[in-house]
């Protein structure tokens, strides 16, 4: 089992993909010396990838393919790691998937984490009487019924708290009023928050919702107790009323709230789902492509990461209906329990780990199917050429970026030297919807979903077809 | 008491000022005659208008300004009519004037309706079981204590609503699916939707949010209950919930909810505060600067309509701080009860009916106070040409918009033939955070507000103190 330092280590780096340096394409080119014959075979695809975007984009199949993601998020709504309505969404497409004629379709067992939240309230009584909108972040523990009363104190920052003195923190519910920066640097004080509280004597703690922008939202997600520290409650509150408990902190007031929380947890069987085009010349080397089919319990999950998990799965199945066999295998991967910590990948990479070389390109997209503008890569100095060569084909879909840490299930094979890239795309409010209500269908725009869709399953042939591997650091 | 169809018509067109057609002030003056010596005079205000503007903006009286809006948003939070703690911060503001040397302040008792809402949930039960989010609407009767469980019916318009067979009303709970145009266009099902569909036979009745934007947020407001028409429940979704529950009935879906909504609905006292600068020259005529002091009992009012209702108070505050006296007197009117049907205002014309003629101008903010335009006026040729040539005392603040009908609380007044105006402002997000848990501080920005009182200040001790007083049409 991953320790929970490398999963806090995950969620911490993998989103700063968002707010990575563009560098374009053209002035990777510049300093690459393919082989011209590679950039030629490259170049020769355009009639393939104009094929496969004008099937998808102009002659209704990506139209298709918006309807049954529409139909299968309102089918199912939100689809939490452990749940019954989780699995039966996977039998779901696994069904859809066999109806569209494809047959290696498989299923690998996953032990996964079923955090069922129950009662939550908040009730500010001093200075005076406000019930606050709350979520509780993933796997928290509960109150006693009769809730935890105590005073707040607003703390800043980690910093902040290492020079709040332990007396002031003792037997008090901290307020992690840390603003959005960006959601890898800010999103540190919902992972490790309540530990970090526990540590000074907090009874709880609660986060700012980690988002730039709100309607009186609340966003949930993991976190990670630390293990030789005592347990406490842990919940996200809006921006609205972090920003009104520190303005009353600032006026020497003193805020005292009453928090209650409940919930269950255990363990459930799920399964990573598996859909394979096997390559026509080199099965065993395989391209993935993937998104995580769970979601947090709120809202449907229509964009984290039904976008994604839909548009991976349209990648064989498109191949499959026009026959297109790559050289190599194209997998797409719906991941299960990506919500509570990267589980399902966690798990496909112990399983295949003495397979990884086999892994010529792993890609994933799970920071929304807004507008596509290209991919962010990690890999070998040749592989990013190669990536490069092959974006000239969808410009102006050509954005190569660098960001470190692309996709979030992909992020531990990535880390084990497969190259691997994840969908750029123009995702600049994809935070103000993140694990929250807001996070459904509405948020979608047709057209986008369907090019990105168009993108992805073109691009990711190219890969899994050209002669040469992507070779590796 | 004014009918309730007035209201209606009322709220249906007063807002649509937010969508005026904009007539810049320079093209009204193209075609004005104004004497020369009036134009003189208007431009000789240059000076004070900037003494003022100064002080406020560069002094440190408007930040000072901003803390008592916030210390007082901050100190009540939401402010619902008839309830106990809208008395106290009326109270509150009687003591922060006189605080602040003010001593004509005075209050008219008004009767008020005091509608408190208790649980109110929405679960759908089939196709699948979801829990909605809901808020009820202004006055809305309660359902039996078991709740009302019934077929949904979705319905696009009025016109959809004319159209459909009673049979197919008849017994189920019609949802308004009408999607936001302009909030005058689109509150009518908000406001009449109700009875409109209880006249079908509906048990109940819901409506899509009047909002164009929406993070899974409900948007309360007044509706109004035919005389002869059985009252049924009715309350607020949010899009994402409409939309959801239109594409399960275009897939031909039984949509089954089961709705609960209790509350108590009872009249209590309530007061409009009145704070004079008296005129130096004609103190029976009047110039009116006014916001409303109660808001709906989400969020916390600070929108709508603490921003208009603070620079408005702060008028007569820095006129006296100043000895400033214009020539009529300037009336700061914090009104009351205007969210559930312009109760205060209408209350103020009944008892001031016969004194409409000593009121030479009434103003409003209602719409919001981001950065200031200009001003939306009503009013005869002449008295718009003398505002347009008053607001180039303000360039770039000096937009004048002709929407018909500005304000809310004085469209009552504008419609007896007393020219008006209300603040024009930046508020394209406005209908965002409306009448929702959204509506706090948050969406305020602390130089805009202090630039909407300066401006709102300046503009008003123009207009209370040139020579001529504004001509009727």
């Not at 330092?5 to 990575?20: G, K, Q, Y």
């Not at 498109?318 to 990948?345: D, H, M, Q, S, V």
């Not at 879909?397 to 084990?416: A, F, H, L, Q, R």
Request: aromatic fraction near 8%; charge should be negative.
């Amino acid at each position: 089992m991953h320790s929970i330092f490398l999963f806090i280590l995950i969620f911490t780096i993998c989103f700063d993909v968002l707010n990575a340096k563009v560098i374009s394409n053209h002035n990777v080119s510049d300093t690459c010396n393919l082989d011209n014959k590679l950039i030629e075979e490259i170049a020769s695809y355009k009639n393939v990838t104009e094929f496969i975007m004008n099937e998808i984009i102009s002659k209704g199949l990506g139209q298709e393919m918006y309807k049954e993601y529409t139909d299968f998020i309102d089918k199912f709504g939100a689809r939490v790691s452990g749940s019954e309505n989780l699995e039966k969404s996977i039998d779901y497409m696994i069904n859809l998937t066999i109806s569209h004629g494809l047959t290696d379709v498989t299923t690998e067992e996953v032990d996964v984490p079923h955090y069922v939240r129950g009662h939550e309230s908040l009730q500010m009584i001093s200075p005076r009487k406000k019930n606050m909108a709350l979520i509780g972040l993933g796997a928290s523990v509960a109150t006693p019924p009769e809730g935890i009363t105590a005073d707040v104190i607003v703390i800043k920052s980690f910093q902040d708290l290492d020079q709040t003195q332990e007396a002031k923190i003792k037997g008090k519910i901290v307020l992690f009023d840390a603003h959005y920066v960006t959601y890898g640097k800010t999103v540190i004080y919902r992972t490790q928050g309540a530990s970090r509280a526990a540590k000074k004597g907090a009874v709880a703690s609660l986060v700012r919702s980690v988002t730039p922008f709100s309607i009186y939202s609340t966003h949930t997600g993991a976190q990670f107790y630390d293990d030789n520290v005592t347990k406490i409650p842990t919940a996200a509150i809006t921006l609205e009323d972090a920003d009104l408990m520190r303005r009353m902190q600032e006026r020497g007031e003193k805020i005292t709230v009453t928090l209650k929380m409940s919930s269950t947890f255990d363990m459930k069987k799920s399964r990573n789902t598996i859909i394979d085009i096997k390559g026509k010349e080199n099965p065993n080397k395989v391209v993935i492509v993937s998104g995580h089919i769970d979601s947090w319990d709120v809202g449907q999950g229509a964009m984290d990461d039904g976008g994604g998990m839909i548009i991976s799965w349209f990648a064989p199945v498109f191949l499959n209906i026009y026959n297109l066999k790559p050289r190599r295998t194209l997998r797409a991967i719906l991941w299960t329990a990506e919500e509570p910590g990267l589980i399902g990948a966690a798990a496909y990479l112990r399983r295949h780990l003495s397979q990884l070389s086999d892994i010529n390109f792993v890609m994933e997209s799970d920071e929304g199917t807004f507008k596509p503008r290209g991919l962010d890569v990690a890999g070998s100095k040749t592989t990013r050429c190669i990536i490069a060569e092959i974006l000239k084909l969808f410009t102006p879909v050509d954005e190569m970026t660098n960001s470190g840490g692309p996709g979030s299930d992909i992020t531990m094979i990535i880390n084990k030297g497969v190259p691997g890239a994840s969908l750029l795309n123009k995702n600049e409010r994809y935070f103000w919807y993140h694990h929250s209500e807001g996070d459904t269908l509405n948020v979608q725009n047709k057209n986008e979903v369907i090019n990105c869709a168009a993108f992805w399953t073109a691009v990711s042939y190219v890969i899994a077809d050209i002669s040469k591997d992507l070779p590796r650091s």
